[in-house]
């Protein structure tokens, strides 16, 4: 064997030792991929966990609450389940701002999604025109835990909030028509909402180009 294939045939062999006979490690195979998550969720059944860069935290359902030590969801002994939900003044308040503000006007768009979380703020909000009708998709973030109600101009706006870190849908927990306190504000919807948590709110599709919107924790 000329020198050239000589040397090719060594280098082969030095690859492949069993079959060349050569008293070499055996080759390293790589395990199986693991489809076992890397990690459960340590506030589950009765939550799930918040990763963010201050710190972990667990959400829990109603009628739990976090423990003190860890990460982890307890019954909460102080829980008293509600018999309805109170939409409070029924709109009293919400209508104040109408009159008063302070205004802000946010304008739908596909490349961001506008915050509508401040304060006791009347809001003009601008959807963006889709399949002949309007939608817009908003950032509320719940500074509290308890009772949110949003109030709107007409009753004829679909509403949908789901829980941003999960995609889960938040389900009303109760929808009527305002007192009449005002005409700038005639439907409201309420939600119960968890402290620190971000929420995307939508509104549409609709025929309606603009809307009036209030939303507050109520006391």
């Known amino acids: 064997m000329s020198p050239p294939f000589r040397a090719l045939a060594l280098a082969a062999c030095a690859m492949a030792l069993s079959a060349c006979g050569g008293d070499g490690p055996p080759p390293v195979i790589a395990p199986p991929p693991d489809d076992t998550p890397a990690t459960t969720d340590p506030c589950a059944p009765a939550g799930h966990i918040h990763r963010e860069p201050g710190g972990d935290w667990c959400h829990c359902n109603r009628g739990y609450r976090a423990t003190a030590e860890g990460l982890a969801c307890e019954p909460d002994p102080d829980y008293v389940p509600s018999e309805g939900f109170s939409f409070g003044d029924n709109g009293e308040h919400a209508c104040w701002h109408v009159s008063n503000g302070p205004y802000v006007t946010v304008t739908a768009s596909t490349t961001r999604v506008p915050r509508v979380d401040d304060f006791h703020t009347y809001y003009t909000v601008k959807l963006r025109p889709e399949g002949g009708q309007y939608v817009g998709t908003f950032s509320y973030k719940a500074f509290a835990t308890g009772n949110f109600v949003i109030y709107l101009g007409t009753p004829d706006v679909p509403?949908?909030?789901?829980?941003?870190?999960?995609?889960?849908?938040?389900?009303?927990?109760?929808?009527?028509?305002?007192?009449d306190h005002c005409d700038g504000l005639k439907h409201m919807v309420g939600y119960e909402l968890t402290d620190r948590v971000q929420y995307t709110l939508t509104l549409g599709p609709t025929a309606l180009p603009e809307l009036g919107m209030v939303i507050e924790h109520l006391p």
């Open 159 to 179: 509403v949908s909030l789901t829980e941003t870190a999960i995609q889960a849908t938040v389900m009303p927990a109760g929808t009527r028509a305002t007192d």
